[in-house]
């Protein structure tokens, strides 16, 4: 962002106690909702999806979807000033933006598939076990953080994206096949996705600043107008959303699952992983240094404290949003005061249902253009933190079996129908049995392999190992 100087001086700036003059500080404050706002609502839209409610204008089940939208940006806001302005141990009090997290719907939709209504007491229950299993690693994060190398995080990240990347085929082309709609994959439905695509990629490649930083927020904006004019967009129901509503506790009721439970405990690793990744990121572009243990384990108990409460009112477990660490570097500006004038706004969205019933008005087939880009986003970052690997024999190893049957059980869970349901939930996620395997095999096997151990593995792919 241009004019720094007119916010503050260069130490200013780097300052996490810093206030700018509120002019400044409340759009640099809004601008962290408007890169996060889309990624914080969709994981909502996709797991109503999954458990087969809320859509449609006559859908009984749809004020459901409108206060699961609306908790999203709630929670995201009382998350985001446990970061910022935090109490006790908890919070890194540092400009960290919490939102809904992408990371746990693989495992929330074998739990919900096709359940309705019926499946959500369970899938709370396991929100607020694992936000409060989350909070605990804040006290061993340091620790268990040498079980948890670029080789399993990357691979845990590329799972995500995978596992999420069928969704957004699936609503670019319509919603999902058992919804039984006869135009799914019409050409209608995927000229409404292709728009909201190529705006977004346009805006990304060939703008700058906050225009390129929300290019996913313009391109469904654009798309939603298209599906307007094209008279996919229905408003009845925002008439009928009320103009204020509070939070209700165990609104979905609550209920111990030991699948939920499980798995939201073990993917609170992946979690707390990636916010010690964003602290680092946001405390080495913002103000040059590294990040403190205290920070790293504030940040750590927030995001679980978090969960937790956000599970209490039926609302999905919340993570730091990556988007605005990078937001940070390009603002140059570092304070947490700025972050909290965004969590704010976003706390007052969350009070009016009208907000999330307009949000509820866009098409599927909108949200699906801009979900397969977020998702092929996720694959990327996995990617790009796979880099960071050196890729000897050994790694390869590693990464070809854990890979082959994480996304094989995904793409093919008939193969373990014989198991309790339990075991079921857990493994056909993919995501879970990928991560255990890597991480045993990464603590198990010597640190370099043999040539003649991986001869039969490696078959025509003999790429000599880094010394």
């Known amino acids: 962002m241009a004019g720094n100087n007119s916010i503050g001086t260069p130490d200013q700036l780097q300052d996490p106690n810093y206030t700018p003059p509120l002019a400044k500080a409340i759009p640099l404050g809004i601008q962290h909702v408007l890169a996060m706002f889309v990624s914080n609502v969709t994981p909502a839209i996709i797991v109503c999806g999954a458990a087969g409610f809320g859509f449609g204008s006559n859908s009984p089940d749809f004020p459901e979807m409108i206060y699961m939208i609306q908790m999203s940006m709630f929670f995201a806001g009382i998350a985001t000033l446990f970061q910022t302005i935090g109490f006790g141990p908890v919070g890194a009090r540092l400009p960290i933006v919490q939102g809904t997290s992408f990371a746990f719907i693989p495992i929330m939709i074998p739990l919900v598939a096709g359940k309705g209504l019926e499946a959500m007491p369970a899938l709370f229950g396991g929100v607020l076990i694992g936000g409060l299993f989350h909070a605990c690693l804040g006290t061993v994060i340091g620790k268990i953080r040498f079980a948890l190398p670029p080789l399993v995080t ?18 670019a082309a319509g919603g999902v096949p058992a919804m039984g709609k006869p135009e799914f994959g019409s050409l209608e439905n995927w000229s409404v996705a292709l728009v909201v695509i190529f705006v977004t990629l346009g805006l990304k490649f060939f703008s700058r600043g906050m225009v390129s930083v929300s290019a996913v927020l313009i391109g469904l904006l654009v798309g939603y107008v298209v599906a307007y004019f094209m008279g996919m967009v229905h408003f009845g129901n925002v008439s009928k959303a009320a103009a204020f509503a509070l939070p209700s506790p165990l609104h979905f009721g609550f209920e111990f699952s030991f699948a939920a439970i499980i798995g939201f405990c073990l993917m609170a690793f992946v979690s707390a992983v990636e916010t010690v990744g964003d602290v680092s990121g946001i405390t080495k572009g913002g103000a ?15 995001d679980g404290f978090g969960s937790a409460t956000a599970g209490l009112f039926g609302c999905l477990p919340n993570t730091s949003f990556s988007q605005n660490v990078g937001l940070i570097a390009m603002t140059g500006v570092m304070s947490r005061h700025v972050v909290t004038i965004g969590a704010i706004f976003l706390i007052i969205c969350g009070l009016v249902p009208k907000v999330g019933a307009i949000i509820s008005t866009v098409p599927i087939e909108v949200l699906g253009g801009g979900v397969i880009v ?17 890729w000897n024999r050994r790694n390869m190893v590693i990464f070809a079996v854990a890979l082959s049957i994480g996304l094989g059980l995904q793409l093919v869970p008939e193969a373990l129908q014989h198991l309790p349901q339990t075991a079921k939930v857990l493994l056909t996620s993919g995501l879970l049995p990928a991560a255990f395997i890597a991480i045993i095999l990464n603590l198990i096997l010597p640190e370099h392999l043999d040539e003649d151990q991986t001869e039969e593995i490696s078959g025509g792919l003999r790429g000599e190992s880094k010394p």
Do not use: H, N, P
């Open 374 to 390: 977020m998702f092929g986003m996720v694959c990327a970052a996995g990617i790009s933190m796979l880099s960071d690997v050196d």
């Open 288 to 302: 040059k240094r590294e990040a403190t243990t205290e920070e790293i384990s504030g940040a750590t108990y927030a």
């Open 154 to 171: 990357g691979l845990v990240v590329l799972m995500i994206g995978l596992a999420l990347v069928k969704i957004g085929i699936q609503y």
